[in-house]
């Protein structure tokens, strides 16, 4: 039974990586799995966590797979977000409503030469982290939403265990 339900899971992922992912919004991948996944009613922030940008929603930019890979840092207790770019790293500010409500703000950029197509993208990054309204984390992946639409995608940096 329980291989049965994974096997469902990845080919339900797989699925969803097919559809376009800019009509793809929260509603959509509940009704899709159907409740299977972890809410966040269930599911805390982490208290602080890594983060590398997978997509942003709507953009097919070679630059995001290749070079220096964007990321974020958000530190829950301290209300802290860092980052990088691909260019620049960043650091800002992180707050949280309620179990998925989220809001960053004071973003800004450590300044230094990019060129254009990386400017580009650092511009939109930025702006699609402001804009984030709530979250949703499904394993090892966050999922960040300007009302209920996709924006952000990211993947957990995975951290050493202690022995």
Do not use: H
């Not at 992912?21 to 799995?33: G, P, Q």
């Amino acid at each position: 039974m329980k291989k049965s339900k994974i096997l469902i899971l990845v080919l339900v992922s797989l699925a969803l990586i097919q559809l376009n992912a800019s009509r793809v919004n929260a509603k959509k991948v509940d009704s899709i799995l159907n409740c299977s996944v972890p809410t966040n009613s269930s599911l805390s922030f982490p208290d602080s966590s890594a983060w590398i940008l997978k997509k942003i929603v709507g953009v097919k930019s070679k630059k995001m797979t290749i070079g220096n890979k964007a990321f974020i840092i958000i530190n829950k207790k301290e209300q802290k977000l860092t980052g990088y770019t691909s260019c620049n790293f960043i650091k800002g500010t992180v707050t949280f409503q309620d179990s998925s409500a989220i809001a960053f703000n004071n973003i800004a950029p450590l300044k230094r030469s990019c060129d254009d197509a990386t400017d580009k993208i650092e511009a939109l990054f930025i702006s699609k982290i402001k804009k984030s309204t709530s979250w949703k984390i499904v394993g090892n992946m966050l999922y960040l939403y300007e009302n209920e639409n996709l924006i952000l995608e990211f993947t957990e940096v995975a951290t050493p265990k202690a022995n």
